[in-house]
């Protein structure tokens, strides 16, 4: 399935080194959280706790469903630990970054895309394959702008 969407995507013009790490998005609004355990097709890649985040143009852009250049959502990925009959969070294993700029983005719905290894604010997992590794998973969302998450209120 990857081979086949490299074929069809676009060639990436935006370097996803170009996405910086949203520095103190735990104090943005929480959009929502949700659990990926075993059994899900999603496991392998994103089992997990997921907390998802947006700065204040990314709240217009859930409220709105226009996203304005400068719109941040942020996929904080913890493992998900199990203590007794609880479910806390472990390490983290990846902070996952849509940042929104439809000129600089283009080929990838106006999103660059980038995950930050565990706890690093350096250390890039995505880098120059966000066409593979992300956008080829958000483009079934383009009704959406490419967008998975809903805001709740």
Known sequence: MRVALTILLPPLLALAADV???E???NWRHVKSMVIEK?????EP???IHHIYANAKAVAGYRTG?????AVIVFDLLEAVRDGNAVVEGPRKV???MHRDAKRYQDTGGW???GFKGDSKTERVVGANAATACYGCHAGQKEKS???SAMRD
């Not at 059994?39 to 496991?43: D, F, I, S, T, V």
């Not at 226009?66 to 400068?70: C, E, R, V």
């Open 20 to 22: 910086p790490y949203p």
């Open 24 to 26: 103190g998005y735990r």
């Open 39 to 43: 059994g899900h097709p999603l496991y």
């Open 46 to 48: 994103f089992g997990g």
């Open 66 to 70: 226009k996203w304005a250049d400068g």
């Open 95 to 97: 902070v996952g970054v």
């Open 112 to 114: 660059g895309f980038e």
């Open 146 to 148: 490419y967008v998975f």
